[in-house]
């Protein structure tokens, strides 16, 4: 089983929804604590409407307590009282895998973290996280730093942020435009992993794609994967995920078709 912490996507593309789809996909039990409620669509994101810090703790306390958890994944936690929530809720079951997306702005431009609440991440949670999974405009934001371009700063910035927090970090390449398609894993104390595989192309939609990596990373690491093959195995549902899209009015939809890509598409390697 795993929890998902994260806000509601009303097109259901992103945030919860895509969460408990990965989830299922890997045979996980997905449970969840909604953070924001969002009026949004693949196009943009609307009104946003938080939840109450009780309301998130009560349905942290009640997961909790009927549920044997493997793992746990952050997204959208939007003020420093939810941040604040999760991150006790993080002290008070140090054992288990976190996997922290560390959502700063959806695509569209809306901003889904405050400052306070970036500071509580950053503090409190970052440096408890078994993986954390930014995308190249994150990883430059928690550097203070400008993206990476090429690939040694790729390399440079997963390591940077590895050392900074002392967890493991997944440094996703999907911003950037090399084929094939890389992320970059450094884990604690150096290691370094190259996760590659084919990009697919113009994909109707990437609403929701790192939600769903992140997801994905976690139901395979409730079901005691080690965590490269985690990351591995997660890349390869996504690269499903993405080639199986389509239209569904003037928007598109996933339809997750496990054999699109086979298990091989997806290569890690030491680096």
Known sequence: MALTIAGSD??????????????????????????????????????????????????????????????????MLLNAALAEAAADFRDAHPRLPWVIDPVLVSTSGTRLLDADAAEILERRLLPRATLLTPNLPEAAALLRAA????????????????????????????????????????EPGGALWRLASPRVPAPLTTHGTGCALSAAIAANLALGRPLP???????????????????????AVYAYVPDAFPPEAVRLEHA
């Open 10 to 75: 009303s097109g259901g593309g992103a945030g919860i929804e895509a969460d408990l789809r990965a989830f299922g996909a890997f045979g996980v039990h997905g449970c969840a604590a909604i953070t924001a409620i969002t009026a949004q669509n693949p196009f943009g994101v609307g009104l946003v409407q938080a939840a109450g810090p009780e309301l998130l703790r009560d349905q942290l306390a009640r997961v909790a307590v009927a549920f044997d958890l493997g793992a746990v994944k952050t997204g």
């Open 147 to 186: 993206p990476p371009t090429d690939t040694p700063g790729r390399r440079k910035a997963a390591r940077a942020l590895a050392d900074r927090f002392g967890a493991a970090v997944l440094l996703k390449g999907g911003h950037a435009p090399d084929a094939p398609s890389e992320d970059w894993l450094a």
């Open 229 to 251: 093959e985690a990351a591995r195995r997660a890349k390869h549902y996504l690269l499903n995920l993405l080639a199986a899209a389509r239209p569904a009015g003037r928007a």
